[in-house]
Structure formats: structure tokens, C-alpha cells
């Protein structure tokens, strides 16, 4: 049992500090749950201790790849992939922005009204990757800071999720724990909980259409211009290439290399012809014309040094960076959960020539960088101001690593497969629900059945996944195990129920969701739910009552994490966009947090009893 908490401890220290991605951990602790019996066996053979001491068997330690929950998030994630591909989300957003033009009331409640059903029957994560760039243009288009809307959009996304069991990968871990802990009531059907996620819906709808919309600040103006809302004015100018320039006759490659200033150049204007990146191969010309990223400090020293003049009264906007090609060339990107980006600089991932693109400014919640960009290491919920052509775009559109926070067109929307996609997931909620095929085999089959309809093609199965998601389960599953063989689980919970003294039931159902709710907030939310789990089915054995109630409570508060941008994959989706800082999710969310468990445990008492 001590073992098992010290790993735990070392566990929760990696989950809340993020050294390493959070998945990694995960495997880390299953390695190490399964390593500690060999080698203990080993130092007891050498006669250092008196015997060995098996956490689990290897048996158990991989038994979360074969985990129902795991498989059962895995292809929920193939089925949301099916959906987003024919562009059905793109034109929901089109029929909202004619509807909401420019009152906020309206945008707001169309974001909340629309993500949270949807976050029911495709995952939350995926609903809110799918959703952000319409809300974005929303926003923009209606005239209303982002900052207004993207909390409420992720946050609506967690309470949606709670409305079936396939809405979060938390859900369906929870009812996989639950199962194996023997509880009566799991594995969880469909709807199992649906009626407490409508009430805690309505409540965190209505709470975040009154009270929260007025601690939400407006971190990020309305603008029309991508370059006004970084405050990129002092930062881009055009300068012209004198006929006595020493870098005539150099390639662009070479005059970049051999500069010692910090200068970005974005796009060359020769003979009426505008030219993006790749911009490298070109050689510079007398006359040539670029438009540069720099400060002005630096620019007075490059415009001596490499025979450059400035070109007089002209502004370098979002309209004069995307005159090349007449479209959409300026786009805000994130940096997603488990992109390879994260902990990585521009230079070492080799931006420029891997994306054919230039990134202009870095947005870190609302601290703006415009200088040095190239060795500023990156982080999850970076958002990068970038330049590129239509294509480059439309590969960061594909690429897991970014979501694009713009609409951008896609002509390669299977738009003839909205039905068929839309009833594919429909047929799986129906046959989870009203036959007795288990979650996991419909869910496959639906998985199965985006593929063999060409929804989605086999090649872009596996890029639907998030692995880093899978492995984080697979994972954390052991330590559960593992807790119980040990008899950690007991422990614990005979702790709560000394600690809670002579209080009712009722308010150790709302302590279990107040501590499961903390825990989430600082790790993740599916290894929350692993290590409470255990706890809180020991701890209403022990008080005589409802296990599934306690079950419940731990479920609802891991799948609802407000109060920081760290606790919830979908808080850091929004983190960037919406410029937010880290106290504006312990001002918004923690009066929502309060409300939701005094709902959750009125709601749990209500409805299902205890």
C-alpha cells in the first residue's frame, strides 16, 4: 500500500507540473507498477529484503489497452472524425451567424445551445476543436470579443458531455471502473445519467447567460484585423530593395542566414507579382519589395546595414498580407494537447520549411510576443499568428498538432455523407440504448461502418485518434487495479469517514465531489476519476449507503473542471483565442464549480436517492 501511494504521490506531482506529457506518465506508471514485483523479487533473492512484493501481474499492468473504455474511446473518436469531415458543423455555424448577427445575448446563447448537445453524442473535446473556429468568426463577424465566448465554449462542452455516457472519455473510464468494482448499476447504459446532466445543464447554462457573462473580461477587442487584435502596428512595415544594396544577387535563404537581426520576411512583391513562402530559392532583385516583421529599433539598423529604404505611406494590414492570392492567407493557430510543438522553439521544428509559413506573433493567454519568436519555446494553448498560402492552410486544417481558431473553406467537405455520417452515429446511440449490443461493440461498429460508407477514408482512421488520449488510459487503469489489490482504496476511504466525523451522508456525497472536483482541476480528469473512484465506492459501503451515488458524484466532478486552464483539455483549446488569463478561470469557474456541487448533490438526491 505504501508503494502504491508513493507512486501515486510522484504520479500527481508529474500530472500537475507537465515535465513530460501527461500520457507518458501515465505509461510510466503502469511500467512501474509492473516492474516493482520483479524487482523486488530480485533484491529479496540477494537477501535485502524479506520478500517480494507483487503491486499487479503484467497481465493486469496492459489490461487498460484491452480496457472496454479505452476501445470504447477510440472509436468515439473515428466517429467524430466521420462527422467533422463532410463540414455538417461548418454549416450549422453558417446558419447561426445569420441568426445571431450582432447581439452578444444571442451568440452566447447559440454557443452554449449548440455545444452542449453536441458534446453528448461525439466527444467534448472533439466538439469543441470542431466548434471554436465558427465561434471565433462569430465573434469576429458580430462585432464581440472572443473573450466572451470561448469560456462559455468550453465550458458548456463539459456539462453537454454529461448528458449521455459517450459525451466524455471520463464517462465511459468511470463506468468501466465502476464494473469492475461490482457495482450494480454498471456498466452504464446510454442514458444513464442524462436526467441529473439536463439539470446541471440548465443550471450552468443559466449561469453563464447572467452572472458569468459579467465576470467574463474582454481580454481580446473586436477587430476586423487579424493584425490590429495582435497589435501588430509597430511591428510590419514594407521596405524596398536599393539599387546599391549589398544583398543583391543572394538568395533569400542566404540573406537570412548571414543577418544578425531579428527580421521575419513575409511576402516579395516584384513587378506587380506578390510571392509567400517558399520565399527561400528566390534571389533578390533591385526594386524588390518585402514586407517585414521587426521592431522599430531594428529596423533603422537593418535599413542601413543591408541598403533597404522604407516604402512611404503604405499600411501592412491583414488585407496587404493577403493580396497574393486574393484569399484567406492570415490564420490563428493553436497549439493542440500532445502536439509535438510543445516544449519545441520555431527553429528546432524547423517552422518555416516544414509549413511553407511565417508566423508573425505568439499569443500566450494575454501576454503577446512580436520579438525573437524563432527561440521562444512553445506550449499547449499557444496561439501563433501565422501567414501562409490556401494550401499550407488547408494542411494545418488536417494536422492534429494545430486547430485553426478561423472557418476556413474546405472544398474536400464530404458534404453528400452528412446523412449518412449523422445516422451512423445516430444507429449507435440507438442500438447502445435500446438493444442489448454493449456500448463498445456499437461503438465499433459505427467506427467500423464510417469506413466501409467512405465517410472516412482507412488512411484517416488512425489520424482521427488521439493517441496521446488512449495511451493516458491505458495507462492509468493499472493504478486503479491497483489500489484495490493493495487495499489503498480502503484506506482512504476509511480516512474520509474519520475526517467527516458525525456529518450526514449527504454532505460527504458533496465533500467526495468538492475533493474529486479540486483534483481535476490540478491533473487529469481520467486520472482523477481512476484514484477517486475506488475511494468513494469504499467510502458509501462503509456509511451503509448508495454506492451509485457516490459513484455519480466522483463521475460529474471529474468531467467538470473550471477553475483552471489546465484542468480540462478544452480549457487550453481556448486559453490563446481567447487571450484569457489564468485568473480568469479561478473568477469564472469557481462560483460555477460551487453551484454545480450543490446541484450535482441536490440533483444525485432527487432523482436517484441515497
Known amino acids: 500500500m505504501v508503494l502504491v501511494f508513493g507512486i501515486i504521490l510522484a504520479a500527481l506531482a508529474l500530472f500537475a507540473t507537465e515535465p513530460v506529457p501527461v ?37 493486469e499492468g496492459v489490461s487498460g489497452f484491452s480496457n472496454t473504455a479505452t476501445l470504447t474511446v477510440l472509436a468515439m473518436f473515428i466517429l467524430s472524425d466521420g462527422v467533422q469531415r463532410t463540414g455538417v458543423i461548418q454549416l450549422l455555424g453558417a446558419k447561426v451567424a445569420a441568426y445571431t448577427q450582432t447581439s452578444e445575448t444571442r451568440q452566447l446563447g447559440a454557443t452554449i445551445g449548440i455545444v452542449g448537445p453536441i458534446s453528448g453524442f461525439i466527444n467534448n473535446t472533439a466538439a469543441v476543436a470542431i466548434l471554436l473556429p465558427m465561434v471565433t468568426d462569430l465573434a469576429h463577424e458580430g462585432r464581440t470579443s472572443p473573450s466572451k465566448l470561448l469560456i462559455p465554449l468550453s465550458y458548456a462542452s463539459m456539462f453537454g458531455g454529461m448528458l449521455t455516457v459517450i459525451g466524455t472519455s471520463t464517462n465511459i473510464l468511470a463506468s468501466a471502473i465502476a464494473a469492475d468494482l461490482g457495482l450494480e448499476q454498471a456498466p452504464f447504459s446510454m442514458f444513464e445519467f442524462t436526467a441529473l446532466g439536463l439539470l446541471v445543464s440548465v443550471f450552468g447554462a443559466a449561469y453563464l447567460l447572467t452572472v458569468g457573462r459579467y465576470l467574463l473580461p474582454e481580454r481580446i477587442r473586436p477587430r476586423d484585423d487579424l493584425t490590429q487584435e495582435f497589435e501588430m502596428a509597430e511591428y510590419l512595415t514594407e521596405v524596398v530593395v536599393r539599387e546599391d544594396s549589398p544583398i543583391i544577387g543572394q538568395t533569400i535563404r542566404e ?170 452515429v445516430a444507429a449507435v446511440v440507438g442500438a447502445a440504448a435500446l438493444t442489448p449490443i454493449p456500448i463498445v461493440v456499437a461503438a465499433l461498429a459505427g467506427a467500423l461502418a464510417m469506413v466501409v460508407t467512405r465517410c472516412l477514408k482507412p488512411t484517416e482512421v488512425y489520424d482521427a485518434v488521439q493517441w496521446d488520449v488512449v495511451f493516458l488510459l491505458a495507462g492509468v487503469i493499472p493504478l486503479g487495479i491497483a489500489m484495490e489489490q493493495t487495499g489503498g482504496a480502503r484506506f482512504l476511504a476509511e480516512l474520509v469517514i474519520m475526517a467527516s466525523g458525525a456529518l450526514p451522508a449527504v454532505a460527504v456525497l458533496g465533500l467526495m465531489y468538492l475533493v474529486t472536483a479540486a483534483l481535476t482541476n490540478v491533473i487529469s480528469n481520467n486520472a482523477s476519476v481512476v484514484l477517486m473512484l475506488p475511494v468513494a465506492f469504499r467510502v458509501a459501503q462503509d456509511l451503509g449507503v448508495s454506492a451509485y451515488a457516490f459513484v455519480l458524484a466522483v463521475t460529474f466532478a471529474a468531467s467538470t473542471a473550471f477553475m483552471t486552464p489546465v484542468g480540462y483539455q478544452t480549457n487550453l483549446f481556448v486559453y490563446g483565442p481567447g487571450g484569457y488569463r489564468f485568473t480568469d478561470y479561478v473568477k469564472v469557474g469557481t462560483p460555477l464549480q460551487l453551484l454545480f456541487a450543490v446541484v450535482t448533490t441536490g440533483g444525485i438526491m432527487l432523482l436517484y436517492g441515497l
Open 23 to 59: 500520457d507518458i506518465t501515465a505509461i510510466g506508471v503502469m511500467v512501474t507498477l509492473m516492474l516493482v514485483g520483479p524487482v523486488t523479487g530480485l533484491l529479496a533473492d540477494a537477501g535485502l529484503i524479506a520478500g517480494a512484493v507483487e503491486l499487479i501481474t503484467p497481465e
Open 255 to 424: 540573406a537570412l542566414e548571414e543577418t544578425e537581426f531579428d527580421v521575419d520576411l513575409l511576402q516579395l512583391i516584384r513587378d506587380d507579382e506578390v510571392f509567400l513562402e517558399p520565399l527561400a530559392p528566390k534571389t533578390i532583385q533591385a526594386g524588390d519589395v518585402f514586407a517585414v516583421r521587426t521592431d522599430r529599433n531594428t529596423l533603422v539598423d537593418l535599413l542601413d546595414a543591408e541598403g533597404l529604404d522604407l516604402v512611404p505611406e503604405v499600411e501592412v494590414d491583414e488585407a496587404e498580407l493577403e493580396q497574393a492570392e486574393g484569399g484567406q492567407n492570415l490564420v490563428e493557430l493553436v497549439v493542440a494537447p500532445g502536439s509535438f510543438l510543445a516544449g519545441e522553439t520555431l527553429t528546432s521544428v524547423n517552422f518555416r520549411q516544414r509549413y511553407d509559413a511565417t508566423v508573425l506573433a505568439l499569443r500566450r493567454g494575454g501576454e503577446l510576443f512580436r520579438q525573437r519568436l524563432d527561440n521562444t519555446q512553445l506550449r499547449v494553448g499557444d496561439t501563433l499568428l501565422v501567414q501562409a498560402t490556401g494550401e499550407s492552410i488547408d494542411r494545418f486544417s488536417n494536422n492534429r498538432n494545430f486547430i485553426v481558431a478561423q472557418e476556413v473553406e474546405r472544398p474536400d467537405f464530404r458534404e453528400d455523407k452528412i446523412l449518412l455520417s449523422v445516422g451512423i
